[in-house]
């Protein structure tokens, strides 16, 4: 979800074995298209000012390095951002 224009935001993981968030930009989400890292945090929130892809994506990683799939997808639309959150 978005707190502001600049700041993406989402919900503590619920793995003990959580280590950090992956934040990733794509312009699809089409199976074709691989997403670039924009960025690593352990905070439930990233500011992506100077970002501009059209998509988001956040990940998480645990201690053993095994990577989750995208739990946050922000779609950017003109006029605003749609928020398309995965359950």
Known sequence: RRESPDVLAWDDPVDPDFQYFTVYGADSL???TIP????HTTDT???VAGHSPAFFLVTTTD???NEGQAAVDVALRSGG???DSQP
């Open 30 to 32: 089409s199976p074709e």
């Open 36 to 39: 670039y890292v924009i960025g």
């Open 45 to 47: 929130s990233y500011t």
């Open 63 to 65: 201690h053993s390095g």
């Open 81 to 83: 951002y749609k928020d």
